[in-house]
């Protein structure tokens, strides 16, 4: 699989262990960066990784930040982008199944090497359900497309 991955300083040496995990398991890795533990802003990585999983560059993506939240932000900003936190095994295998999201966001501050390598190989592996979940994953495609109209079905008003 071909999979990106990105992040800012706190979460990169999660990344750099991953790149290489990753590697080594076969998938074919592009690193957005950064590549060193300097103190750098998120969001140009993340959207990085987001495009290049919107445009159909990569399968997958992974995003990493101290926490992950500002980095799932971030991905989440690009149009086709599903990116999910997930910090242990069930969020991680519902996220696909359920969401069918392909942008992994993780925190390296709050996710060990050896959990992370469980999460992102079962998110990895899991597959889409589809049925009533691609009703409802077409419902959050339709939210980037025209926001208006998706709040005149509810009745309810954009902000």
Known sequence: MR???GSDHAGYPLKAHLVAWLTAAG???VDHGTHSTDSVDYPPYCAAVGLDVA???VERGIVLGGSGQGEQLAANKVRGVRAA???DLYTA???????DA???AMGGRIVAEGLAEEIVG???ATPF???RHARRVDQLAAIEDDAEAVAAATGKETP
């Open 27 to 29: 998938h074919d890795v």
């Open 3 to 5: 999979i990106a991955i």
């Open 122 to 124: 079962l998110w990895l």
């Open 93 to 99: 295998r519902l996220s696909r199944a359920h969401n």
């Open 129 to 131: 359900d589809g049925g």
């Open 102 to 104: 392909n942008v992994l």
């Open 55 to 57: 445009a159909g560059r």
């Open 85 to 87: 936190l997930c910090h």
